[in-house]
């Protein structure tokens, strides 16, 4: 994310075309978000009967030349080893998301976390979207980002 510590290590100014939008992610489902003590969020797709919300978040758009060195650097971020790996602490896919610039609906990769919820607190939703962002900044809490690009 622009402004936190793991932008540098991941998305430095170079492989990206500059632009990024706010973006809604909002599956008939739901989803909710977690906040874990080490410095970074959880997101998971509700369970039948949780109060869920959608989620914003900001797409990024990188230059074509980098995007697989760009997800390399974001699945090792999120320790993610590829499909069903036991090590796994997210699980990679690509969701449909509104472009609330533009009304466009686009393809983005996002991490659905597969750690247990009940280690972190619940991220509340504002206005029926949870922002990672927001609850970060409103909360004056900084990400894991320069601890884990020290890995």
Same mark, same amino acid.
């Given at each position: 994310?622009?402004?936190?510590?793991?932008?540098?290590?991941?998305?430095?100014?170079?492989?990206?075309?500059?632009?990024?939008?706010?973006?809604?992610?909002?599956?008939?489902?739901?989803?909710?978000?977690?906040?874990? =003590?080490?410095?970074?969020?959880? #997101? !998971?797709?509700? +369970?039948?009967?949780? $109060?869920?919300?959608?989620?914003? *978040?900001? /797409? @990024?758009?990188?230059?074509?030349?980098?995007?697989?060195?760009?997800?390399?650097?974001?699945?090792?971020?999120?320790?993610?080893?590829? =499909?069903?790996?036991?090590?796994? #602490? !997210?699980?990679? +896919?690509?969701?449909? $998301?509104?472009?609330?610039?533009? *009304?466009? /609906? @686009?393809?983005?990769?996002?991490?659905?976390?597969?750690?247990?919820?009940?280690?972190?607190?619940?991220?509340?939703?504002?206005?029926?979207?949870?922002?990672?962002?927001?609850?970060?900044?409103?909360?004056?809490?900084?990400?894991?980002?320069?601890?884990?690009?020290?890995?």
């Amino acid at each position: 994310m622009r402004g936190f510590r793991n932008q540098t290590k991941c998305l430095p100014a170079e492989v990206t075309t500059g632009v990024v939008n706010v973006g809604c992610f909002a599956p008939e489902r739901g989803v909710r978000m977690t906040h874990f =003590p080490q410095g970074y969020p959880g #997101m !998971y797709y509700c +369970e039948e009967k949780e $109060v869920c919300s959608s989620v914003v *978040g900001e /797409i @990024v758009y990188v230059k074509e030349d980098f995007v697989d060195s760009t997800q390399e650097k974001l699945d090792f971020l999120e320790e993610y080893y590829g =499909p069903n790996d036991s090590r796994n #602490m !997210y699980r990679r +896919e690509t969701v449909s $998301v509104l472009n609330e610039a533009t *009304g466009v /609906i @686009v393809s983005c990769d996002t991490y659905f976390c597969l750690l247990d919820p009940s280690g972190g607190v619940d991220v509340p939703p504002k206005d029926g979207k949870i922002s990672w962002r927001k609850y970060m900044e409103s909360s004056g809490l900084e990400g894991a980002g320069e601890d884990w690009a020290q890995k």
